[in-house]
């Protein structure tokens, strides 16, 4: 668990500290460089896990994380003279083994910032300075490098996978704008039936499509330029959130998805088999803590296109639908999905099994939350330093979903499904709009003239 609970109150009173200020045992606010200095261990300091996590991840909005790195590993070099002919091994003994815990923890929480070869040469470069006086040293470099190359490998892997699967629906009829004939049409129920399996392979997908998404892509979406310096930006690479912006296309395809099927068919005993499935795989998604899933499906059987198709709804049990709506209400700033995520959230942290870890919450409200807390609160205070205090809560946020994405997922997978979910073809919006104008008339002046449009404009009719 990296999510800082503050700092240790016996330790630190209110007041200044080294250039640190604290209240109430809590770093509060301080300069770049004494945050920067208050993060590199000596013979007999080393910093808490959570400070680690919470200005890894922040310090970006001030400074490129290889730039830091330099910093870290020049102060590091000059403190403890690393740059003698003759060094002193048995401080070198003391301070060797503390650097190479921050190296290891910056490596582990944030592997992308090492795609870069500068920052694996610092790496090298300090453990080529501590070696001579311990070769045990040589051994932990090579085995950090060598997890730390097995990460990004997987990383990398993920993606690509990933990459092909865009690929092949670009390759596809990806957005109907009409519907198919029933000869080529393929739905979901003929690929699976059963609502928990569908909603444990959703839970594959949300699971294998977050563990990409690196802590850092939160702070990179809100990048701005630093006040201190309006001459450039704090990072010259802002395309560092393609995975964070993958998920968030996903959550927006299974939307898609869902509202596809349930307006394909032609029938309406039909279309109502399709809901009343959709319901029970969002309901199952519930049970499991797949909250972004069962958003999606939700948002999907909500659009004007579904929702306007009362024969349909007519049909369909709706209770249950009612009583998931219920608990993802938008009202009192999503009292109730709040409440059913801390549960959920508690259940994870006492649980004995990864199927009672999975906590996958509604995405777009944690970006939403994360980017209110971004822009609530300045990043500088008005004497030049660092709001720590502010970046205290962001990593509080951000460290709870990097437990959470970091679940195994316990159920095994079923290429077919998940597939069919990544490729499928679906709608466009005039497509959806189309369709629900066929399987249902327009009712009134305003949804004729639509159709009338639609007609015109894909179909070529008048």
Not at 56 to 67: A, D, G, H, T, V
Not at 125 to 142: F, L, Q, S, T, V
Request: aromatic share 10%; glycine share 4%; proline share 5%.
């Amino acid at each position: 668990m990296v999510t800082p609970c503050g700092f240790s109150p016996h330790l630190h009173s209110s007041g200044e500290q080294g250039g640190l200020i604290f209240q109430d045992g809590n770093l509060s606010s301080a300069s770049l460089d004494a945050l920067i200095q208050h993060l590199i261990p000596t013979t007999d300091y080393y910093p808490e896990k959570a400070y680690i996590f919470t200005f890894l991840l922040s310090s970006r909005l001030f400074i490129e994380p290889q730039e830091l790195l330099a910093r870290v590993c020049h102060q590091c070099i000059e403190q403890q003279r690393l740059d003698e002919p003759v060094l002193d091994k048995a401080r070198v003994r003391k301070f060797g083994p503390k650097l190479l815990q921050l190296l290891a923890e910056w490596t582990e929480t944030f592997p992308y910032d090492f795609q870069e070869e500068k920052m694996v040469g610092h790496l090298k470069d300090m453990i080529r300075r501590i070696a001579p006086c311990d070769e045990a040293y040589w051994k932990r470099m090579n085995q950090l490098l060598q997890a730390l190359n097995q990460k990004l490998a997987t990383l990398s892997h993920g993606q690509e996978g990933l990459v092909k699967i865009n690929a092949t629906v670009s390759d596809k009829l990806v957005s109907f704008k009409t519907k198919p004939p029933p000869s080529i049409q393929r739905d979901i129920l003929s690929v699976c039936s059963d609502p928990y399996t569908l909603a444990q392979q959703l839970t594959h997908v949300e699971l294998e499509r977050l563990s990409h998404i690196g802590p850092e892509e939160f702070v990179q979406a809100f990048v701005h330029k630093d006040s201190l310096d309006s001459t450039k930006s704090c990072f010259s690479d802002q395309n560092k959130t393609n995975n964070l912006e993958a998920y968030v296309k996903w959550f927006n395809r299974l939307c898609y998805l869902v509202a596809t099927e349930i307006c394909m068919p032609a029938k309406k005993k039909q279309r109502a088999q399709v809901i009343e499935f959709f319901i029970d795989v969002a309901r199952e998604c519930f049970n499991i803590g797949n909250f972004n899933s069962l958003m999606a499906i939700i948002s999907g059987m909500n659009m004007s296109p579904v929702s306007r198709l009362k024969k349909t709804w007519s049909k369909v049990k709706t209770a249950k639908f009612f009583i998931l709506e219920h608990q993802m209400d938008p009202t009192g700033n999503f009292y109730n999905y709040r409440t059913a995520l801390r549960g959920a959230a508690h259940r994870s942290l006492t649980a004995h099994s990864n199927r009672e870890k999975i906590v996958i919450p509604f995405f777009s409200l944690l970006i939403k939350d994360i980017y209110f807390l971004n822009e609530g609160c300045a990043n500088r205070l008005p004497n030049g330093h660092v709001n720590f205090e502010k970046f205290l809560e962001l990593a509080k946020q951000v460290g709870e979903f990097i437990t959470w994405k970091q679940v195994e997922c316990p159920f095994e997978q079923d290429p077919n499904i998940t597939h069919y979910l990544h490729t499928a073809p679906i709608f466009t919006e005039d497509g959806l709009y189309l369709a629900s104008y066929e399987s249902e008339s327009p009712e009134n002046q305003v949804e004729k003239e639509r159709w009338k449009s639609l007609r015109s404009t894909i179909l070529g009719k008048t």
